[in-house]
């Protein structure tokens, strides 16, 4: 972040009065960062106000913008008379996390407690998983560093709760995105990055092929889900019965199922997939055919900030078209260089101005990449087949593979 000082006067009409307030905070001018520390004057005139920043009662630089070249994107504290004033030239829209995010120069990430494929720390203490991936890589395009973030767990009643109150930037943990959590909750989902459905997991001992062959059975399930619902509506709907047993994390449910605290276990597909994995006997347990929901994945952001929901979600769709667009961790650099194709040049920023646009420099997409990768690569570190999970890539296959995965194009 470059910490300067910025002069504006417009000597448009008389002044008819002068007063200082305290307007420290973070500015965005023309797509640099400038940190203003120390009191602000404000020069009121006929039809308007100008802004005059003196901290310190110094001017060490001074520079004549127009209205639409300053963007003032966060405030740390109100003005002295009371409130946010509208000033000429300077706008407060709602939110301001890419600023927030700067100006710590650390990503809070909100990811799941841990599960094996997505969101799990390693024998030598670093977070690891799908899910972490996408986090590294909207790191590495906003600050220039993979490792700046910060993994907050949370379950699911808990994670919601931290991205309203500002706890976590983003929210990546296996959330399904639906009509209720985009419209009545207030997020805003950026994209899908794994296409799912909800599935069963039952020991082989049990003797059952059908999730049909359920009736009256116990079943773990994960309070605060969308698969609450959806499991009702199954029995329901095939007239059977059941018993719930409320768990709060994966890992419990890992243990109460092991422990014959219920029959079934209940959760997205890949999710199963990844806990059978770290079963000492997977073999001993069975995925059900039955998926009996669409669970759309994705990241999510706050209402109304618009800007870092743009940031995260382009970040996203950059990791996608890498893959279709044959760009990899190992020849970002060479690509970077120049290419044939006109979209990858300006997906690395060799053409046009798409980093600026998104407040950021021309190398962002370049440095999401090469942090862990283009979405494919991220795919087969975590949870493709040849990892324990295994886990084929089925719709999460490329448009031209025959899948859904699909980016808006980069122009």
């Given at each position: 972040?470059?910490?300067?000082?910025?002069?504006?006067?417009?000597?448009?009409?008389?002044?008819?009065?002068?007063?200082?307030?305290?307007?420290?905070?973070?500015?965005?001018?023309?797509?640099?960062?400038?940190?203003?520390?120390?009191?602000?004057?404000?020069?009121?005139?006929?039809?308007?106000?100008?802004?005059?920043?003196?901290?310190?009662?110094?001017?060490?630089?001074?520079?004549?913008?127009?209205?639409?070249?300053?963007?003032?994107?966060?405030?740390?504290?109100?003005?002295?008379?009371?409130?946010?004033?509208?000033?000429?030239?300077?706008?407060?829209?709602?939110?301001?996390?890419?600023?927030?995010?700067?100006?710590?120069?650390?990503?809070?990430?909100?990811?799941?407690?841990?599960?094996?494929?997505?969101?799990?720390?390693?024998?030598?203490?670093?977070?690891?998983?799908?899910?972490?991936?996408?986090?590294r890589a909207v790191a590495a395009a906003v600050l220039g560093d993979p490792d700046a973030v910060e993994f907050i767990p949370t379950t699911g009643k808990t994670r919601f709760t931290a991205?309203?109150?500002?706890?976590?930037d983003v929210l990546a943990r296996n959330t399904t995105w639906t009509f209720s959590r985009d419209v009545d909750l207030k997020f805003e989902f950026v994209g899908v990055n794994y296409y799912?459905?909800?599935?069963?997991?039952?020991?082989?001992?049990?003797?059952?092929?059908?999730?049909?062959?359920?009736?009256?059975?116990?079943?773990?399930?994960?309070?605060?889900?969308?698969?609450?619902?959806?499991?009702?509506?199954?029995?329901?709907?095939?007239?059977?019965?059941?018993?719930?047993?409320?768990?709060?994390?994966?890992?419990?449910?890992?243990?109460?199922?092991?422990?014959?605290?219920?029959?079934?276990?209940?959760?997205?597909?890949?999710?199963?997939?990844?806990?059978?994995?770290?079963?000492?006997?997977?073999?001993?347990?069975?995925?059900?055919?039955?998926?009996?929901?669409?669970?759309?994945?994705?990241?999510?952001?706050?209402?109304?900030?618009?800007?870092?929901?743009?940031?995260?979600?382009?970040?996203?769709?950059?990791?996608?078209?890498?893959?279709?667009?044959?760009?990899?961790?190992?020849?970002?650099?060479?690509?970077?260089?120049?290419?044939?194709?006109?979209?990858?040049?300006?997906?690395?920023?060799?053409?046009?101005?798409?980093?600026?646009?998104?407040?950021?420099?021309?190398?962002?997409?370049?440095?999401?990449?090469?942090?862990?990768?283009?979405?494919?690569?991220?795919?087969?570190?975590?949870?493709g087949s040849e990892t324990p999970i295994g886990l084929a890539r089925g719709l999460n296959s490329q448009w031209t593979d025959g899948g859904l995965l699909y980016s808006p194009p980069f122009?």
């Amino acid at each position: 972040m470059k910490k300067a000082l910025l002069y504006i006067l417009f000597a448009i009409a008389p002044i008819s009065a002068a007063k200082s307030q305290d307007y420290s905070g973070v500015y965005k001018f023309r797509y640099d960062y400038v940190m203003v520390e120390g009191t602000i004057d404000v020069v009121e005139y006929d039809g308007g106000k100008d802004i005059v920043f003196l901290p310190c009662s110094q001017v060490l630089e001074k520079r004549q913008v127009s209205d639409d070249q300053i963007q003032k994107v966060n405030n740390k504290k109100d003005c002295k008379s009371g409130g946010h004033e509208q000033q000429r030239g300077i706008q407060d829209p709602f939110g301001g996390t890419l600023i927030d995010v700067v100006g710590r120069q650390r990503l809070n990430c909100g990811v799941s407690s841990g599960f094996a494929g997505f969101a799990y720390v390693d024998s030598g203490g670093d977070w690891q998983g799908f899910d972490v991936s996408v986090c590294r890589a909207v790191a590495a395009a906003v600050l220039g560093d993979p490792d700046a973030v910060e993994f907050i767990p949370t379950t699911g009643k808990t994670r919601f709760t931290a991205l309203a109150s500002g706890e976590i930037d983003v929210l990546a943990r296996n959330t399904t995105w639906t009509f209720s959590r985009d419209v009545d909750l207030k997020f805003e989902f950026v994209g899908v990055n794994y296409y799912d459905g909800q599935g069963f997991m039952v020991p082989k001992a049990l003797g059952v092929s059908s999730a049909k062959e359920l009736d009256g059975a116990t079943v773990c399930i994960q309070t605060g889900t969308t698969t609450e619902l959806n499991l009702a509506d199954f029995f329901r709907s095939n007239n059977i019965s059941y018993e719930p047993v409320p768990i709060e994390t994966n890992a419990e449910a890992q243990q109460q199922y092991l422990a014959g605290a219920c029959d079934v276990y209940t959760t997205d597909a890949s999710g199963l997939a990844a806990t059978r994995a770290t079963f000492e006997y997977p073999g001993d347990h069975v995925l059900l055919p039955e998926i009996i929901s669409k669970e759309p994945l994705g990241p999510m952001v706050r209402h109304g900030d618009d800007e870092w929901g743009d940031v995260v979600r382009w970040t996203l769709n950059a990791l996608i078209s890498a893959e279709e667009l044959g760009v990899t961790s190992a020849n970002v650099e060479a690509m970077a260089a120049g290419s044939d194709n006109p979209e990858v040049n300006r997906l690395l920023g060799n053409e046009g101005d798409l980093g600026e646009l998104l407040g950021l420099d021309p190398n962002w997409a370049l440095r999401a990449i090469a942090a862990g990768g283009n979405y494919g690569e991220i795919f087969a570190k975590n949870l493709g087949s040849e990892t324990p999970i295994g886990l084929a890539r089925g719709l999460n296959s490329q448009w031209t593979d025959g899948g859904l995965l699909y980016s808006p194009p980069f122009r």
